[in-house]
């Protein structure tokens, strides 16, 4: 039997109900797992592990770092993870340590619910039980499981608040779909070296979302001198307003002078952001900005963090953040 580490850091699958709602309470979570899921010993030898207890709002860069670190530990012990997430954020999660996991080869699921598993009908045990199941196959690299299908984790995105079917993948195929059989499309990449982790994010950066009427009054007034980065929510295939008072190439021209990363991604979740269409979209690439290309907004964002970590050097890092690095962008 393959051995499991069940990593527990929160969310909606380990919560319980309280009143119209549903809240953390770690003493009847405990109960919770082994009453309603007890055959999950069937599939894998399974160890948990709580390794912080919040809902996933709560979590940033720290409570990556610790879970990165916690797979790092455990690697040689196990054959595969999973973690129980909550759903707000775990795309980001995903996202990061997709970029933090270096020449991963063992499977790391992350998986949760939209309903409690101790509430009667709940997604939680079917999530759970084709997570273990995919823990155990040879797949190497970041996952999420819901639904019945497997996403790359740094390609998913949260789409639905109250569906069961909570993710998409919308720019790239699940990598397995589970029905009566588990149909895998994935293909593993060529692991080169020895597992290792590649921890640490920096914040400098936002996410601006561009809109009808933005006021670039409150832009070109913005302290910028401690910000590294922008993510730049663009419309379409990369389009700003760029006419009148709410022309924002000045703005970009400020950030541009004052060493700020602009990277643009578009506010559509499907296709790749293509700068070179339209006028609009050629103003911004001449703003000196580059692009997300098909990337997510949780991958863009993480990638971003990841890199003004690793690097000091502004050309460096854009040039990096335009290559595939963990399968997160179509080349
Ligand atoms: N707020 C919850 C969380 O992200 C939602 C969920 O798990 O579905 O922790």
């Known amino acids: 039997m393959k051995n499991i580490l069940l990593i527990q850091t ?3 699958i380990a919560m319980s109900a309280k009143g119209d709602g549903v809240e ?5 979570w405990s109960k919770t797992l082994k009453e309603r899921a007890p055959q999950l010993g069937e599939l894998a030898e399974i160890h948990t592990f709580p390794l912080f ?7 940033n860069h720290t409570h990556w770092i610790r879970l990165a670190e916690c797979i790092h530990n455990y690697y040689e012990e196990y054959d595969g993870f999973v973690i129980l997430h909550g759903t707000d954020t775990m795309a980001f999660t995903a996202s990061a340590l997709s970029f933090s996991l270096k020449n991963l080869a ?3 699921i992350f998986t949760g619910s939209q309903v409690p598993l101790a509430s009667i009908r709940s997604d939680a045990r079917r999530n759970l039980i084709n997570s273990i199941e995919m823990a155990t196959k040879d797949l190497r ?3 999420i499981c819901f639904n019945d299908h497997v996403y790359r984790g740094n390609r998913a995105t949260k789409l639905s608040i109250g569906d069961f079917d909570a993710f998409g993948s919308p720019n790239f ?6 029905g009566l059989e588990i149909k895998s499309h994935y293909m593993n990449p060529p692991v080169s070296g020895r597992f290792e982790i590649q921890t640490g994010f920096s914040n400098e950066l936002v996410v601006l979302t561009v809109f009808p009427s933005l006021n670039t009054d409150f832009l070109m007034k913005m302290d910028i001198s401690k910000l590294r980065a922008i993510i730049v929510r663009s419309f379409g ?15 970009m021209k400020r950030c541009r002078e004052q060493g700020v990363i602009l990277s643009v991604i578009s506010q559509a979740d499907h296709d790749a952001v293509k700068l070179s269409t339209y006028p609009a979209g050629r103003a911004v690439l001449k703003a000196g900005a580059i692009s997300c290309g098909d990337m997510t907004l949780e991958a863009s964002l993480t990638k971003m963090m990841w890199l003004l970590h690793q690097y000091e050097d502004k050309a460096t ?4 953040f335009t290559k595939n690095l963990a399968g997160e962008l179509t080349p």
């Open 10 to 12: 929160g969310g909606t």
């Open 24 to 28: 953390l309470d770690p003493v009847a």
């Open 53 to 59: 207890f919040e809902d996933s709002s709560d979590l």
């Open 106 to 108: 063992k499977p790391v």
């Open 141 to 143: 690299e970041v996952a």
């Open 173 to 178: 195929d699940p990598l397995a779909v589970i």
């Open 237 to 251: 295939s990369g389009n700003i307003p760029t006419k009148g008072d709410f022309n924002l190439l000045p703005f």
């Open 317 to 320: 890092i854009e040039t990096a």
